[in-house]
T-cell receptor, first 111, second 111 residues
Framework: DTGVSQDPRHKITKRGQNVTFRCDPI?????LYWYRQTLGQGPEFLTY????????KSRLLSDRFSAERPKGSFSTLEIQRTEQGDSAMYLC?????????FGPGTRLTVL | GENVEQHPSTLSVQEGDSAVIKCTYS??????FPWYKQELGKGPQLIID?????GEKKDQRIAVTLNKTAKHFSLHITETQPEDSAVYFC??????????FGQGTRLTINP
């Protein structure tokens, strides 16, 4: 296993711009999760896929956020019209059972 | 929904001593309890986990105990080393559902 990978690792954008992040899970992991982590806090759940089906979305996921996993492999998380409050580390995890393995994260800074 | 409380928020121990971090959870349906170690700028790394059918699990210098009746679980690190310095998070979930994390403990090992 090569582990969960995320791209980009860092993103700096201006308020109002759209950004998209990608997550590649561990191969054969059918579950993929997105979390958000702000400084000094634990990760907070955003959304979860089993294969290509999005099974749960947090109330944290406003309508400016959208996530997809079109072929049940990689996933993208898009944030439209970014706000300064969106600045955080966006973490992706994958699993084939209950154990979740995390990627390195994408750090988003909104100026 | 589930709520996880973690204590202490910071912990400083002498190299070679033991460290203990405690968590409580609110949802009696939770049955999976992982612990993650996070270093600066990196994603959380799974270090040990325990399921509700087991009361204790050990892996070399790391052990976790679970008290289902009291709804709390603890991480024990023995013979601490400088490389154990990091932020540690406990979490709880039901099956392969979302993880709910504690607030984290910053562990510092003093040489």
């Amino acid at each position: 296993d090569t582990g969960v990978s995320q791209d980009p690792r860092h993103k700096i954008t201006k308020r109002g711009q759209n950004v998209t992040f990608r997550c590649d899970p561990i191969s054969e992991h059918n579950r993929l999760y997105w979390y958000r982590q702000t400084l000094g806090q634990g990760p907070e759940f955003l959304t979860y896929f089993q294969n290509e089906a999005q099974l749960e979305k947090s109330r944290l996921l406003s309508d400016r956020f959208s996530a997809e996993r079109p072929k049940g492999s990689f996933s993208t998380l898009e944030i439209q019209r970014t706000e300064q409050g969106d600045s955080a580390m966006y973490l992706c995890a994958s699993s084939k059972a209950d154990t979740q393995y995390f990627g390195p994260g994408t750090r988003l800074t909104v100026l | 929904g589930e709520n996880v409380e973690q204590h202490p928020s910071t912990l400083s121990v002498q190299e070679g001593d033991s460290a203990v971090i405690k968590c409580t959870y609110s949802d009696s349906a939770s049955n999976y309890f992982p612990w993650y170690k996070q270093e600066l700028g990196k994603g959380p790394q799974l270090i040990i986990d325990i399921r509700s059918n087991v009361g204790e699990k050990k892996d070399q210098r790391i052990a976790v105990t679970l008290n289902k009746t009291a709804k709390h679980f603890s991480l024990h690190i023995t013979e601490t080393q400088p490389e154990d310095s990091a932020v540690y998070f406990c979490a709880a979930s039901w099956g392969a559902q979302k993880l709910v994390f504690g607030q984290g403990t910053r562990l510092t090992i003093n040489p």
